[in-house]
């Protein structure tokens, strides 16, 4: 594998386990204001940042390339309403998939034809994150900031994992 391949796979296994953290910091967040289904959304947000962070580590691993933990930064602690918070997931999202994005060209410039087929799950899973987010971003909108509709939607989001 070219090293600037395996650097930057490297460095995207970590932008996933911070993402983890930022979404872990949120469900903390939400755990505080008693939006238990924010919260749980967050947490399992978090835990598909781990998978997708290990799903790097075991390819960097089958291609002979031992995986290079780095540095995790602090997340924020302090967050505002609810739809400032998802709209900061989107934009995280958003930013992830731009880095996907450029490793994806990274991977087809080099000539790296198994580091490109690996990476089509990831396009494809960000246009599900983005989605997701967004989704739960246009509704908080809608809502307006009514303490009812937040609170249905808080129910909702709650069960998250059980097919809704």
């Known amino acids: 594998m070219d090293n600037e391949v395996r650097d930057a796979l490297n460095a995207q296994m970590n932008r996933e386990f911070s993402a983890a953290y930022l979404y872990l910091a949120m469900a903390a967040h939400f755990e505080g204001e008693s939006l238990d289904g924010f919260a749980c959304w967050m947490r399992l947000q978090s835990q598909e940042e781990v ?28 967050f505002e ?50 989605d997701s987010v967004g989704a739960v971003v ?8 009514d303490p009812a509709s937040i609170l249905v939607l808080d129910r909702e989001l709650g069960h998250r994992g059980e097919g809704a």
Not at 82 to 107: C, M, N, W
């Open 138 to 145: 246009d509704r908080l909108r809608r809502a307006g900031g």
């Open 51 to 78: 998978e997708h962070a290990m799903r790097i580590f075991q390819y960097l691993a089958r291609r002979g390339e031992p995986p290079r933990l780095q540095e995790i930064p602090a997340p924020p602690s302090e």
């Open 81 to 130: 309403a609810p739809l400032s918070v998802f709209e900061q997931a989107l934009e995280h999202e958003r930013k992830i998939t731009g880095h996907i994005h450029d490793l994806y060209e990274l991977a087809v410039q080099k000539r790296d034809v198994a580091t490109r087929i690996e990476l089509d799950w990831f396009v494809t899973e960000q246009v599900e994150e983005e």
